[in-house]
């Protein structure tokens, strides 16, 4: 993911002190509390997940004020004046994507997430803002293509980094799967989707860009999923969308839900399906995903062949 091999997968209760700017004995108080999650090390040592740490850094409010002592100063560098979020995260992840300084920019998406914004608000907010911004320049020139280009790279990898700092759902969760039309060869919103999901507490299935309807099926029948998103980002005719739709339903597991968005949706579709949902934005499918999950009898049983995260 770009991201070099100094980030450690286990902190000492130490170093997450010293990156919180808190007391030692603050951090191991908090633990034997269980406010934060720990393990023990065979000696009886406390252990601290990096995802955990990074939970509790979101949950409490407390700024990671010193990277390095978790080994992420490469993710979230110290910022430039000119890249300050005073002038907002849209203009700052702009100006980062148009000189293409992906560290920088790669910095704001993820330290935005570890200071607590949602994965759904930053991806309906700032990043949908800068990349729109950028996504303006490819008429201007081969230059705006660059910038196009790069752009969705960076977004790729703060979103994969991010990902890789949600903790994994037990076995128990339920699967969301999906990708996007077939055709569409949009790669950000359903990786945004299933980073969305993940961080609700579905265990997540990204299939991409350009996912055809029988492979779709083959994954449904794979993974059981209770909810399967479809992604839709160039143009797609209502019945076309619809037959996808009513085979995809036909081999759902019962009460699995189908959610469907994205530009390409034609505006003001109907006679949608019963348990197909059109959201508009991240944070619909984010208030959607919790709701499901908030009525769900849980499982006994993981479901068969759910070789998810
Ligand atoms: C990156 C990009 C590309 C890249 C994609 C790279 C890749 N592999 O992903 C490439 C280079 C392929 C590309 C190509 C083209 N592009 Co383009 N592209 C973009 C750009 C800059 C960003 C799109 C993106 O990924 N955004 C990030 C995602 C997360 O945001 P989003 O798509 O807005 O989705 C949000 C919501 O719709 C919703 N959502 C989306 N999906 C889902 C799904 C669910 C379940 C839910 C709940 C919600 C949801 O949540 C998201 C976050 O808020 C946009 C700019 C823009 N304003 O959108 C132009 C843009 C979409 N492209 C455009 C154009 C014109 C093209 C080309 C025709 C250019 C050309 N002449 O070649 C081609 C067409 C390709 C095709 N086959 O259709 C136009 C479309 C204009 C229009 N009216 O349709 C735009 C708007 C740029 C512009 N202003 O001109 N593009």
Sequence with gaps: ?????????????????????????????????GVIRVSRTAGGHRRIALADAVRFAR???????????????????????ADQPSAGTADAL???FLRDDWRVARGLIVSAYVSGESVATLCDGAMREALGRAGELWEHGSDGIVV???????CLQALSFIR??????????????????AGDPYVL???????????????????????PTAALLSAVERYAPGLVWRTVS????????????????????????I?????????????????????????????????????????????????AS
């Design 1 to 33: 993911m770009g991201v070099d091999g100094r980030i450690k997968a286990f902190l000492t209760p130490k170093d997450l002190a010293e990156a919180l700017g808190v007391s030692e004995s603050s951090l191991k108080r908090w633990a034997d509390d």
């Design 59 to 81: 949950e409490s409010g407390l700024q990671i004020e010193h990277p390095a002592a978790l080994g992420l100063e490469d993710v979230l560098p110290a910022r430039r004046a």
């Design 94 to 96: 702009y100006a980062a």
């Design 148 to 154: 196009e280009h790069r752009a969705v790279d960076t």
């Design 164 to 181: 890789s700092l949600i903790p994994s759902a037990p076995a128990t969760a339920p699967v969301a799967l999906g990708g996007a039309f």
């Design 189 to 211: 919103p359903s990786l945004v989707a299933a980073v969305v999901l993940a961080d609700a507490g579905f265990r997540d299935v990204n299939l991409g860009p350009t996912m």
């Design 234 to 257: 160039v143009a797609t005719d209502g019945d076309t969308l619809r037959r996808d739709l009513a085979a995809l339903l036909e081999r759902m597991p019962a009460h699995g839900s």
């Design 259 to 307: 959610v469907l968005g994205g530009r390409g949706v034609p505006p003001g579709i109907l006679q949608l399906p019963e348990r197909v949902h059109h959201l508009g934005s991240m944070r619909e499918l984010a208030g959607f995903a919790r709701g499901v999950l908030a009525m769900r009898v849980p499982d006994r049983e993981p479901p068969a062949g759910g070789a």
